[in-house]
């Protein structure tokens, strides 16, 4: 089983940035595609970004493209989410995820969730 914990959220001006920390427990943590989502009020959650247990391969949802990057550390358990160029649509309460799946983006392949960081960007 896998624990996350995420991190880094908070109030931010548009144009700014934040990273954002998922830290994980359980020494599986390298067999796992990790994947965060976002979830603003009123909306379904949706995927943002993946990446693959090595870290070689990532994959982004079609509004974060060179806004986003997504990394792991695996010898600190440890996912983030680099933003840049914050816009007010992206606030929202942003989840890290854990899924023994290859590449899903569909949330329901994800086995494991963080409680979630709240993440504000003002105009």
């Known amino acids: 089983q896998v624990q996350l914990v995420e991190s880094g959220g908070g109030l931010v001006q548009a144009g700014g940035s934040l990273r954002l920390s998922c830290a994980a427990s359980?020494?599986?943590?390298?067999?796992?595609?990790m994947g965060w989502f976002r979830q603003a009020p009123g909306k379904e959650r949706e995927f943002v970004a993946g990446?693959?247990?090595?870290?070689?391969?990532?994959d982004y949802a079609d509004s974060v493209p060179g806004r986003f990057t997504i990394s792991r550390d695996n010898a600190k358990y440890t996912i983030y989410l680099q933003m840049n160029s914050l816009k007010p649509e992206d606030t929202a309460v942003y989840y890290c995820?854990?899924?023994?799946?290859?590449?899903?983006?569909?949330?329901?392949?994800?086995?494991?969730w963080g409680q979630g960081t709240q993440v504000t960007v003002s105009s």
């Open positions: 995820a854990a899924s023994r799946g290859i590449a899903p983006r569909n949330r329901y392949e994800y086995a494991y």
């Open positions: 359980g020494r599986f943590f390298s067999s796992y595609w």
């Open positions: 990446i693959n247990r090595s870290g070689s391969s990532t």
